[in-house]
Nanobody, 123 residues
Framework: QVQLLESGGGLVQAGDSLRLSCVFSGGTFTRFAMAWFRQTPGKEREFVAVISWESNSRHYADSVAGRFTISRDNAKNTVYLQMNSLKPEDTAVYYC????????????????WGQGTQVTVSS
């Protein structure tokens, strides 16, 4: 069974950077596209970024484009989210997701999810 474990969240100040990691296990990592979503209390989970299995396709939400970078290391079964120039509105629980053939920006398009890691950006 595929399992995803996020790490790297924390409390930072506006303008700081943070890198999230998500370790994949229980399957063949290179068969999966990997994505990051985020959620704040009372709101729906929203798409942040996705990367194809061979890293030749990446897509970002407009709200993070130019500030966040998604990458993956297939040798380490790990996907990363480098977050720069963080803003208070980036505060959320960040979730890693995986699917072999996802609908990129839809939560229903991913079969596997991690437990999430909290990112808090103070002003």
């Amino acid at each position: 069974q595929v399992q995803l474990l996020e790490s790297g969240g924390g409390l930072v100040q506006a303008g700081d950077s943070l890198r999230l990691s998500c370790v994949f296990s229980g399957g063949t990592f290179t068969r999966f596209a990997m994505a990051w979503f985020r959620q704040t209390p009372g709101k729906e989970r929203e798409f942040v970024a996705v990367i194809s299995w061979e890293s030749n396709s990446r897509h970002y939400a407009d709200s993070v484009a130019g500030r966040f970078t998604i990458s993956r290391d297939n040798a380490k079964n790990t996907v990363y989210l480098q977050m720069n120039s963080l803003k208070p509105e980036d505060t959320a629980v960040y979730y890693c997701a995986a699917d072999e053939d996802p609908e990129y920006e839809s939560t229903s398009g991913y079969a596997y999810w991690g437990q999430g890691t909290q990112v808090t950006v103070s002003s």
